[in-house]
């Protein structure tokens, strides 16, 4: 993606919440920087210090973490006008419980820890719009913890269906089974279940 048309994007997804001049969208604008990353690359590994927060231009990212016997547990699928981080890493630089894995060639802008907070400085109404991002990110982990207690896992599948539409066709089985929260042998059978009843 061109700079231009990435700033474009970060600039309209921060003004559905907040009011810029066009010289505080320029200084916003300075304090990023572009990120590339490949498929499977990491943006953050367990154990590291979140260094920067994301917002993803281009590409698909998939954050998760790993429990005792191995098993891979996903907490969010990051695409285009999506942001990014291990928000209890960035905000407290303790290290993170997360990977943060690029599924697909990836572009960012990123803001450093730094940055952030300068930007508050310079332009306060900048903690409205990061109030609101938080306050929407706490709102979906809460209804998703919800969801995983008192929906069954094909609810859940069906769910995801129906909230992420441009996000299901873009990862594997396998991640999708990781962010249910069953094998890909049962996200399978849950699929063809479906697929059969549609049918009739």
């Not at 098993?71 to 630089?93: C, L, N, Q, R, V």
């Not at 572009?107 to 306060?124: T, V």
């Not at 929407?136 to 992420?164: D, G, H, V």
Request: net charge positive; charged share 30%; proline share 2%.
């Amino acid at each position: 993606m061109k700079l231009k048309d990435a700033h474009h994007l970060i600039i309209n997804n921060v003004t559905r919440f907040i009011e810029l001049t066009d010289l505080e969208k320029r200084r916003f604008l300075s304090f990023l920087k572009v990120v590339t990353v490949k498929k499977k690359d990491f943006l953050l590994q367990e154990g590291d210090v979140a260094k920067y927060e994301y917002f993803i231009t281009k590409g698909c990212v998939k954050a998760y973490t790993i429990d005792m016997g191995g098993t891979p547990h996903i907490s969010m699928f990051g695409i285009e006008d999506y942001w990014t981080t291990d928000m209890a890493s960035f905000i407290a630089k303790e290290p993170s419980q997360t990977f943060i894995e690029a599924i697909e060639d990836t572009e960012l802008l990123a803001m450093s820890r730094a940055n952030y907070e300068l930007l508050f400085q310079e332009i306060p109404q900048f903690e409205r719009f990061y109030r609101i991002l938080y306050q929407r990110s706490l709102m979906n982990y809460i209804r998703r913890t919800n969801q995983n207690i008192s929906l069954t896992a094909e609810e859940r599948y069906l769910r995801f269906k129906e909230q992420y539409p441009l996000i299901i066709n873009r990862i594997k089985q396998k991640d999708l089974a990781a962010y249910i929260g069953v094998t890909p042998e049962f996200m399978s059978m849950i699929k063809a279940k479906i697929k059969k009843r549609s049918a009739t």
